[in-house]
């Protein structure tokens, strides 16, 4: 009787530690700058009137807010990942004060909706790391605000 329940318990383990990975596997994993959709660009244009600046993962970024290499980006990119209609996006905010920013866009087609943003002081690099940090509330989450700019 005790190797039965044994082994039922060992099965649920592994079941469910099956239906943990399978469910990892849907996020799409792309981490390069040239990957952003247009979209996404087009959030940062109306929320900083400006282009997103950002270097990839292995490129040089200024960390700090002592301006070293002026030509340099302030962020740099640490995970850009897909799964359906939603899209992540970390990366590295220098300046003062070094942090972890975070957003998560929902996109369909031209549309962009339900936008989160948040940020960390800890390293976020991974989806398992970016999902540890949500879990234990080491993820700040902000209102977004946007600037609009009249066209005529």
């Known amino acids: 009787m005790r190797k039965i329940i ?7 383990i ?3 530690k099956n239906e943990k990975s399978r469910k990892d596997i849907n996020w799409v ?3 390069d700058k040239n990957k952003i959709p247009e979209q996404i660009k087009d959030f940062f244009q109306a929320a900083e009137n400006g282009e997103i600046e950002i270097a990839n993962p292995d490129e040089e970024f200024n960390t700090t807010d002592v301006v070293t290499k002026p030509n340099l980006p302030f962020r740099q990119l640490r995970l850009l990942e897909k799964k359906n209609e939603l899209w992540r996006m970390v990366y ?5 004060g ?5 957003y998560e866009f929902k996109i369909q087609g031209n549309t962009i909706s339900d936008v989160k943003k948040g940020y960390s002081f800890e390293n976020i690099g991974t989806n398992d790391s970016l999902e540890y940090y949500i879990g234990k509330g080491k993820l700040k ?4 605000r ?7």
């Open 6 to 12: 044994l082994l039922i318990f060992v099965f649920f």
């Open 14 to 16: 592994i079941s469910c």
């Open 29 to 31: 994993v792309f981490n």
């Open 92 to 96: 590295i905010q220098g300046g003062i």
């Open 98 to 102: 070094k942090s972890y920013q975070f």
């Open 141 to 144: 989450f902000e209102k977004v």
């Open 146 to 152: 946007l600037k609009y700019k009249w066209i005529d």
